[in-house]
């Protein structure tokens, strides 16, 4: 049962990372300088795998 929901948690988190990911990928980054898709699928990931951060600094910030 223990072992479910970790497989549950690991899913959410991984389906919530790729969204925001899409996301990120989706929209222009002040962080890119250089146009191509190799800069924004790097900015994309770093959004998709840090995205609880993210979420946090939004929300301090305003």
Known sequence: MRRRLWLAALILYAA?????????????????????????????????LFWPLDLAARLALG
């Open 16 to 48: 919530a990372g790729f969204a925001d990911g899409a996301l990120r990928l989706g929209t222009p980054s002040a962080a890119v300088t250089q146009p191509g898709p190799a800069a924004s699928l790097a900015v994309a990931f770093c959004a998709a």
